[in-house]
T-cell receptor
């Protein structure tokens, strides 16, 4: 399987609890942010995005919060399920376009029954 | 629809050997990308192609070449592999702001 998660910070939660995954981004000029989920042995999958003119966006069981003052992004997962176990990456469009996204190192989410 | 397909999934090379990673997408996307992923690090962009016939360097292009063969296919070539190129490589294509990734190619250079 993939070794990408071995050296990452890990968040352990109980099934049914809410999870909060945090990300600090680097460029105050970034105006678009995305969260990706990567399951073991697979490529990253888009979860949710947010533009800098918003501070909150909700999807199905997920919410992204953006705090531009402190350059912080968070992903909240409600009622976490075993299928949510994965590595989660935030990304920003540091150059202002979509072609050169800057990805964070990731956080591993482990959901325990 | 297969989405983004990468081959091979696994490859072991000796230092100095060459190889090409193949990528194809069936979503009619204009933009395609090659990333590498190393333990404890985020995805890093190697090269991208904003449209058929164009390619541009990303963050870590040294040691790699790319070819946008047609709208569907974007290949990544290692002319003389080095141990530092041991990594998992991901191809992606883009629709508006969303990237669609392949399942990855694990390359080990001995």
């Amino acid at each position: 399987g993939e070794s990408v998660g071995l050296h990452l910070p890990t968040l352990s939660v109980q099934e049914g609890d809410n999870s909060i995954i945090n990300c600090a981004y680097s460029n105050s000029a970034s105006d678009y942010f995305i969260w990706y989920k990567q399951e073991s042995g697979k490529g990253p999958q888009f979860i949710i995005d947010i533009r800098s003119n918003m501070d909150k966006r909700q999807g199905q069981r997920v919410t992204v919060l953006l705090n531009k003052t402190v350059k912080h992004l968070s992903l909240q997962i409600a009622a976490t399920q075993p299928g949510d176990s994965a590595v989660y990456f935030c990304a920003e469009n540091s150059s202002g376009g979509y072609n050169k996204l800057i990805f964070g190192a990731g956080t591993r989410l482990a959901v325990h029954p | 629809n297969a989405g983004v397909t990468q081959t091979p999934k696994f490859q072991v090379l000796k230092t100095g050997q060459s190889m090409t990673l193949q990528c194809a997408q069936d979503m009619n996307h204009n933009s395609m990308y090659w990333y590498r992923q190393d333990p404890g690090m985020g995805l890093r962009l190697i090269y991208y192609s904003a449209s058929e016939g164009t390619t541009d360097k990303g963050e870590v292009p040294n040691g790699y070449n790319v070819s946008r063969l047609n709208k569907r296919e974007f290949s990544l070539r290692l002319e003389s592999a080095a141990p530092s190129q041991t990594s998992v490589y991901f191809c992606a294509s883009r629709s508006l702001a969303e990237l669609f990734f392949g399942e990855g190619s694990r390359l080990t250079v001995l």
